[in-house]
């Protein structure tokens, strides 16, 4: 007993660790795309599909990574029950406890393989969900085996568990009832177990109808056997993350095949006494572990760019402006261009992205996810907007967000802070509301109703002050078709206002990247204006030469730090040597040279594609 | 003094052990519900929300529930008949924040003897451990009834994306709510479906019609227990039905065909503009499936068709719009000129015996007023035809100057133009879609006036002259149901019952074949 609990422990020890200590952003993202309201109403709202019950309970754990120990904890908490109910359940060896692990493990992989799966997911409380149903269904499995084998109990045991299961556990529901009709073969005489047999599959196969028919109405009739299963789903179906669905199935499937109850029974307490004996039980279960531990190492998803997406984005969300660039500064491959945004958007936070924007690594590497969407919306789309100022395409992308996936803290904490900053009072009450309803968001909601009606308090705050300073687009009828950066880059370099600097230099880092130099000179001069007599930033140099060099101008008199020229002419004598070459031999070969100019970025880093 | 019955139905969640505990908690909280002894007397009138201070209710309205509106520690409000009514004064009632649904029966009897009068609401608000008691406010009981149904579509204010839509029948006589149709049943992944202009035959459940777009779409189509799947799109005609105008009694429905399209502004307030580039009117007969142009100037952009209640009248609005630039798309041109696009309103006479129309007759000219009236209803004595107005365009949802107007259709020929604005109805925010109940005395209307974005359903009252009383908020069995809920209520329409058909049997329908129109000419 104290062995299987040490071998447990010690594995909850190291996943926990791991967890808190390699992907705390990653709980940190979970939690703030859960919504969990402690309303009756939200309760109901749970309750209209099969599986709803598992959905409010999922939601109600997850919410508490905003803690991410206490939310490991519970975590553990609930798989150390697992492993527990499932040895008691089917009367496992002691020395067979590691065999425990392979559920925990498979139910760990559908948690941290998930990757982008996190933004796109639409079952709530998935981070708990599985591993609630799959408790659930090994307590019923429990309380099954318990049931004396006289009276048909077990056969009216399977009946209920199906109409009860399935409305509250969905397909947990009835793979426990699937189970018992399989199991029913060990633990019961032929005749009966050939009744339940048959009942559990009539039950499998026709209660979810009866209840599409009498009862559901949100489901369609090809989803009303998966209830409660992520759907891996964008516009194809991506089977290899139900594999864990599947190995959890086969693992109960094999636990119930193998059920011996006079063998079991008897082997249930035995623990081998021999030196002999005991490295040979200790053999197979290290072996064991070390492969559950490889396999969960293996598909543990390591992706670097997604981590410091999440790191930058969790940054931001405190204004944390140097944590970006503490971020940005490990960045080893080519970089998505969420994090080449959220890169330069830290930059001009901190006043340094004219001099110091190309000093990092350009790109637009394809999310490492198998999915080919546009990623940028759901990655940056929404923190891109309002931080850029365009408030009402926040609004809007919150909006589109929230009825696909359903209503989830950070769309609401969003369209509250655009609606503060557009003294829209009432729906930002509204929104606040809502999150008073939550345990984690109550403090936010609070401190954030001390800016209803006071602008002033707004314009001091670090998180939204800088936003006031970018609203000042001219109003147009658009749309930005899923294109966030070059939307956002076309607002603000086609921008007339120069009545703020800082939008203004906003504007002049647009009119570089949308490389039109008459937008450019235009930007260029309202700059000059707004700042007489100040040192020009080395890439506005560098683009007004460019530009001035392309068009002819004269420009003897403009005081051009001297590199600034004799990089460019560098620049332009190395780059005549690949005329008609490709793009991409080309910027490998020009890279290490002149990477850090924006020279190379006009003439190498064009067109490049938007994922 | 006795204490609130409380209604547990509503609170009672089958398998739900922390509802229960919610519940028996609420129970012994609201058992003890009495009017305070000591309390501070204040000069003002409570902040109440939803308002009902001083609203016309009809006398089988469901109970209104409120709660103060701002940071108390308890509430009790006393209903109870004001002093000089004629009928005999049943026992106040009593209730309380959060526990606030009154009885059902205790309210139908309070209502039923304060009816042609007004009943007194006394609000005491609980803070720091002192009651205070404010200025007791009073809610008028129309003998008038209301029509026990009514339907919406609840959707989120969202822009371009629609995961589950639903369309949903409310008792008006209680709290009860239930699903006509849910999109989900027929949405299949990325293939979803959209739902639309829910419209019945005089208020009649069991005629009704609704659009379903993309994945298995079709008009469908409930006609005294067939239910039919019709594909309404054909070459001879611009678009599918759109916006549906029953006729009172023909198997006939007029519809607009409208080719929308939407844009999005960068930061003015109305946030996004949804505009038609080209429509039409077409008619369509149930019983031949067939369909003909009644309308198709492109210089006109006709929508939003309305039956006067004799059936011998069509009214509808449209804009005119020439085109000035061949170069470009004439969607491009739309979006350019949009805020060029004002609708009249017109009518056409009809004969029911030949299905004949008439030329069509100016009705209000909103252009002269720099204006744009969309969604005439006629009332059902036929006197009054109530409007929206905006600045520009049809879709004034989204136009935060929305307001409703109306017009007597009795007036002088010199007046006829002479709309009024309904200052009792409308607020600084969006009203928009409105319908009569069968009886007259009844409207239900949309208005953002909450916060400006979500739409709720108001229902005023209407006297034979046109007079509206002060609009009062759909009664919920919790007052903060609708600060909870992310969704709008979309075009609610009276019903005289509820519809019977199951969603499962409308996704039966929706996933067959449909019937296909054919196209029998231009009227």
Known sequence: MLKSFLTWLLALILIAATLLLFESDFLWKTQELNLFLTTPDFFSQQMVVSGGLLTYLGTFFTQFLAIPWLGVLMLCGWWYLLMWLTRRTFRIPHRWSVLMLIPVALILITIVDMGYWVYLLKLRGHFFVTTLGVTSVVALLWAFRSLPSRWGLRSVFIVLTCISGYPLLGIYGLAATLLMGIWTWRLTKKGESAVNFLLALGAVAAVPLLYYRFVYHETNLINIYWTELPLFRVMDEYHAYYIPYYLLLLFFVAMTVCYRPTVVAKSFTDSPSSKFARIRAFAPQTLLFLLIAYGVFHFWYKDENFHHELKMQRCIDRADWSGVMDEAARQQDEPTRAIVMMRNLALSRLGKQGSLMYQYRNGSKHAAAPFNISMMQVIGGTLMYYQYGLLNYCNRMCMEMGVEFDWRPEYLKYMAKCAILEGDWPVARKYLGILHHTLFFNDWAQQMEAFIGHPEAVANDPGMGPITHMLHYQNRLTSD???????????????????????????????????DPKVFWVQFADYLNLHPGADIPIHYQEAAYLFGNLEGRNLSNVPFDQRVRDTFASFMGVASKYEDQDVEPVREALYPLFGTTYYFDFYLMSNLPAY | MRSIKLNLIGFIRPMSFISLMGCLWLITACTRVSIPTEYTQVDSLPKIYPDYVDVTIPVNIAPLTFMIDAPVDAMVANYTMLAGSPSKAPSPMLTTSPCEAPSLSEWRQLLTATQGSDLLVEVFAQRGGKWIRYQ?????????????????????PSFVAYEVLTINQRCLENYDESVIYDNTLCSENSQGQCINCHNYQQYNPGRMQFHARQKDGGTVIVYDGQIKKVNMRNDSILSAGVYPAWHPWLPFIVYSTDKTTQSFHTTDPNKIEVYDSESDLITYNLETDEVCNLENDTTEYEVFPCWAPDGKTLYYCSAHLDRQDSTISKELETLRRVQELKYNIYRKSFNPETFAFGPRELVFDAAALDKSAVLPR????????????????????????????????????????????????????????????????????????????????????????????????????????????????????????????TPQTFADILKGDPVNVRYAGHK
């Open chain 2, 378 to 501: 006629v009332s059902p004595d036929g006197r009054f035809l109530l409007f929206t107005i905006g600045t520009f365009g049809y879709f004034h949802i989204w136009h935060h100057d929305a307001d409703l107007w109306m017009l007597d259709l009795t007036a002088s020929a010199s007046s006829v133009s002479s709309g009024e604005p309904m200052k009792a109805l409308n607020s600084p925010d969006t009203e928009s879609y409105h319908s009569w109940s069968s009886n007259g005395r009844w409207v239900i209307f949309s208005s953002r006036r909450d916060d400006g974005s979500f739409t709720r359903p108001f229902i005023a009252h209407i006297d034979e002259e046109g007079n509206a009383s002060r609009p009062f908020e759909l009664p919920m069995s919790r007052p903060d149901a609708h600060r909870l809920s992310m969704k709008s209520y979309n075009v609610p329409e009276f019903m005289r019952g509820p519809v019977t058909i």
């Open chain 1, 481 to 515: 078709q899923g294109l966030i950066e070059e939307f956002i880059m076309r607002q603000l370099a086609y921008s007339t206002d120069a009545s703020d600097p800082y939008f203004q230099e906003q504007a002049l880092l647009a009119s570089l990247w949308v490389k």
């Open chain 2, 136 to 156: 007791p406010f009073t809610i008028h009981v129309s003998p008038d009834s209301i029509d026990p149904y009514i339907s919406y579509r609840l959707i989120s």
